[in-house]
């Protein structure tokens, strides 16, 4: 089976997509967007989704995701709970994904298979990936309590080509590593759970 790979090659997901499925020895099915999927002669193909959650919705309003799909992977945007839901009661869905990242750590940062029933999150970061919720003062903040969410790690960018003040402002230096690291500010407001997970 397939990867629907329906992402433009300027938005990171197609990142993902294409070269994840490949090395792994899967097969694409491309398409311009995922909109197209109904229309595609190869859709029966396709087992997994990797999109945002407006057009897979739009993709289930219309009653046009195939029996084919096993795995879904929304990113890009908030993943409402009710989405998710919906997307389960498809017969054949069997994983939904929330698969969070900003561009400046590319592609993915955080992870989560949500369920049925479930509270909407981001899950944890990806292996080689680091979260730390601070506040101003860039001190970390007790569970329950909503905070700024940093980045740092392996996918963490260079900054933004010829905008070294917005760099500056973005990209601060990591408080919690020595070995000059940097922590990306993503600007979202998030919490960690009791358990460790990071609510969005």
């Known amino acids: 089976k397939a990867c629907l790979a329906s992402t433009s090659v300027c938005f990171d997901l197609s990142v993902w997509e294409?070269?994840?499925t490949l090395a792994n020895g899967g097969s694409l099915i491309l398409?311009?967007?995922a909109l197209e999927l109904p229309d595609l002669p190869a859709r029966d193909q396709v087992r997994l989704i990797n999109t945002v959650p407006s057009a897979i919705n739009a993709l289930l309003r219309a009653g046009q995701i195939p029996d084919s799909i096993r795995i879904i992977n929304l990113a890009g945007e908030p993943l409402k709970q009710s989405l998710v839901e919906n997307l389960y009661h498809q017969a054949a869905v069997e994983h939904v994904y929330d698969l969070y990242g900003p561009s400046e750590d590319t592609t993915y940062s955080t992870w989560a298979r949500r369920e049925v029933a479930g509270q909407a999150n981001i899950g944890r970061p990806l292996h080689n990936t680091q979260s730390y919720l601070l506040d101003a003062d860039l001190q970390p903040v007790p569970t329950g309590v909503a905070a700024e969410l940093h980045l740092a790690g392996a996918g963490i960018t260079r900054g933004y080509l010829g905008q070294a003040a917005m760099t500056a402002e973005k990209y601060i230096p990591n408080p919690f590593s020595t070995n000059g690291e940097r922590?990306?500010?993503?600007?979202d407001l998030t919490r960690y759970r009791?358990?460790?997970v990071i609510e969005y």
């Not at 922590?183 to 600007?187: E, F, I, K, V």
């Open 183 to 187: 922590l990306y500010r993503t600007g």
């Open 194 to 196: 009791a358990d460790g």
């Open 18 to 20: 294409i070269f994840v």
């Open 31 to 33: 398409a311009r967007n």
